[in-house]
Structures are given as C-alpha cells and as structure tokens.
C-alpha cells in the first residue's frame, strides 16, 4: 500500500490530542483515525469526533465480523481500529494517525511493520501525569488510580518505540511531532522500494 502509519501511544494525559491539534496544520494531509470504545463517553467528547461509542455487544459482533484491524482491553474497556476506512486511507497514499496503546502497537508492528513509525509520549514525570488527570477533572479518583497504575507499566515499553516525545510544553511537544510525522511519510515500503530500484535501473 502506498501509504504511511504513524502510530502515537502514552498514557491517557500525556497530551497526544493535543500534539496533533497543535502541529495539524504543518503535517500536511493527514487521516486520524477514530477508533470504536465501549467506554462512556467523557464531557466535551461526542460521537463520531473524539471516538464511536458502542455497546459491548456490538464491539464483539464486529471482533466476530472481522471488522477491526486491532483491538484491545484497556482500563477494562474495549478500544479498536476498524479496518476499512485504514485501508482506504492509505490506497489514497496517505499519513494515517493512530492514538492506540502498546497493545495495539504491537498489533500493527505484526501487521504492518514496513510502513509503520511510531512515537511515545509521555509527561516528564508519573507525578506531573497525576497533576494533569486530576486537573483536567475528567474522570473520577478510582478511574485516574486505573490510569495511572496502567502508564507504570506502559512506560516500560518505550523501547519498542521508533521515537520518544517527552511533552513538556505543548510547542516544544508540537514541533518534535512534526519532524517525527514528516519522517513518518518518507518511510517506504518494501514493494515500494523494489519499484523504485527497477525504475531507477531503466533498462540496463
Ligand atoms: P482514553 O480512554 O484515555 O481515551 O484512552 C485510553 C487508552 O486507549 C489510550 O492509551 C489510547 O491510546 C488507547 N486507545 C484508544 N483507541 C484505541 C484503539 O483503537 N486501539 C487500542 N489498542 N488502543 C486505543
């Protein structure tokens, strides 16, 4: 396919919504993937924009239906991505952006490692993560527990990571997410190399 992947992940807090806000406009055409929850949706969100929020029951006909190209438990709630409009996306020769968690990185890596770059960002700190979950007055105490206990052992898979982005302050945060989505796009994939090699040999 000739497109490309760039797949975000990092504890829920860590900014990631906001890198892509912020640097939308200097990345070029892009398509964000919006994946299927059977989480509640929180204040501010709705359907259909931040995610789509579905039942269990219908996430689990569309797991049976093949639907999705991942899927994940996360905080005991099922996330995924479904496969078509990925699929269509990158015919079209596009950037597609993924905010999914080590799980699903995993998933795509198996999938799709060829055109896959991929980034971790998280806060400097597990503190400055409390701070802002309980700043942002989202989610209750029990499920910002859930979410921190879920970064302490997402963190150790920053190795697995083609880059690390380590947000700070959001332009900061921002401009490294535009120098890691630009070479996102110029990452190849094997088939796309091998034309290229025949074409640049011509006839010799
Ligand atoms: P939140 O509930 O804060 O929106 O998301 C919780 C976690 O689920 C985040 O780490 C986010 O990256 C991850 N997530 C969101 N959508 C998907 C998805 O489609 N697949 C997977 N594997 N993880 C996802």
Redesign the pocket.
Same mark, same amino acid.
């Given at each position: 396919m000739p497109g490309a992947i760039l797949v #975000?992940?990092?504890?829920?807090?860590a900014g990631?919504s906001t890198i892509i806000h912020t640097a939308s406009d200097a990345i070029g055409e892009y398509y964000f993937?919006i994946? !299927? !929850?059977t *989480?509640s949706p *929180?204040v501010g969100e709705s359907d259909g924009k931040?995610?789509f929020f579905v039942s269990r029951e219908s996430f689990e006909e569309d797991i049976k239906l093949g639907n999705f190209l %991942? /899927?994940?438990q &996360?905080?005991g +709630?099922y /996330?995924? !991505?479904s496969l078509k409009p990925v699929e269509a996306a990158l015919k079209k020769g596009k950037l597609v952006i993924?905010?999914?968690? &080590?799980?699903?990185?995993r #998933?795509i890596r198996e999938k799709l490692n060829g055109i896959t770059t991929s980034v971790f960002v998280t806060p400097p700190t597990l503190v400055e993560l409390e701070e802002r979950l309980h700043s942002r007055r989202t989610d209750d105490d029990a499920v910002i527990q859930k *979410?921190l206990s +879920?970064a302490t052992e %997402?963190i150790c898979a920053i190795s697995e990571y083609d880059f690390v982005i380590v947000n700070g302050t959001v332009e900061q945060a921002a401009t490294e997410f535009i120098i890691v989505a630009n070479a996102a796009r110029l990452k190849c994939s094997r088939d796309e190399e091998e034309a290229f090699i025949k074409k640049w040999l011509g006839d010799k």
């Open positions: #975000l992940s990092g504890p829920s807090g990631k993937s994946s !299927t !929850t *989480r *929180r931040d995610y %991942e /899927y994940a &996360v905080h +709630n /996330y995924g !991505t993924f905010d999914i968690d &080590v799980q699903g990185h #998933l *979410r +879920n %997402e």
